[in-house]
C-alpha cells in the first residue's frame, strides 16, 4: 500500500472487535513508533502499553475514550529528556515528539489491518492518579487500538469532512 493510501485507510474507530492484537503485530506497531524522529534525538518518549485486565479496567474507570479496545497505548513523555529550546525559553518539544511517534504507530496499525483512537478528552489527572505516573511523565494523549468492529466500528461522518485546500494553505 502507498503512503497516501494508507493514510486514507486510517480512521477514527471508537468500537472494536473482542479479537486480541497479535503479540508480533503490537511489537511492529512499537517498533514503528521507535524509528521515529525527534528533536536532537533525544526520544523523550515514554509508551506505556495498556493491555492486563486490571489496566484496562483503570484506563476504561478513568476515562470512556478507551472505548473497548483490547490495547490501549498511552503517550507520555519524560521532561528530564526532553529537548528545552534555550533560544525560545518556556518551549520543549515533548508533545511534537510524541505526537510524530504516535503518528508513526497509528498508520502502522492501520497497514496491519487494526485501526486506532488518538484520544485527549480526558482529565489528565483522572489518568495520572489511576496509573500513578511520575511528576516528570506528562501524558499528550492515549491510543485505543485493535480490530475495528465491522458494523459499530465504522468511520465517523466527521472522518468525511475535511476543509479545502484553500482554507488550510497559504502560499507565501
Ligand atoms: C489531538 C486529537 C485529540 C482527539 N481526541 C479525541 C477524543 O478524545 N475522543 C474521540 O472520540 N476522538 C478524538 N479525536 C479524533 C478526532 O475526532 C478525529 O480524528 C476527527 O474527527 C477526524 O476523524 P478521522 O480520524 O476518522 O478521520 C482526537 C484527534 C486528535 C488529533
Known amino acids: 500500500m502507498s503512503v497516501i493510501d494508507l493514510m486514507k485507510e486510517r480512521y477514527s474507530c471508537r468500537c472494536f472487535l473482542e479479537r486480541q492484537v497479535e503479540p508480533e503485530k503490537l511489537e511492529a506497531v512499537l517498533n514503528a513508533g521507535r524509528i521515529a524522529p525527534t528533536a536532537v534525538n533525544y526520544q ?19 476515562t470512556r475514550m478507551a472505548f473497548n479496545a483490547p490495547v490501549v ?6 521532561d528530564r529528556v526532553v529537548w528545552n529550546n534555550k533560544r525560545d525559553p518556556g518551549y520543549n518539544s515533548g508533545e511534537m515528539d510524541v505526537s510524530i511517534v504516535a503518528t508513526h504507530m497509528m498508520l502502522a496499525a492501520t497497514e496491519l489491518g487494526l485501526q486506532t483512537l488518538w484520544a485527549r478528552g480526558y482529565a ?4 495520572v492518579e489511576a ?7 506528562h501524558l499528550v494523549c492515549i491510543m ?7 458494523e459499530k466500528g465504522k468511520p465517523s461522518p466527521k472522518h468525511f469532512d475535511r476543509r479545502s485546500l484553500e482554507e488550510q494553505v497559504t502560499y507565501l
Open 44 to 62: 523523550p518518549q515514554r509508551v506505556y502499553v495498556i493491555q492486563s485486565d486490571e489496566g484496562l479496567a483503570k484506563i476504561r474507570q478513568a
Open 73 to 78: 497505548l498511552m503517550f507520555c513523555y519524560d
Open 124 to 127: 489528565t489527572k483522572d489518568i
Open 131 to 137: 496509573f500513578n505516573l511520575p511528576e516528570h511523565m
Open 144 to 150: 485505543p487500538i485493535g480490530y475495528p468492529d465491522p
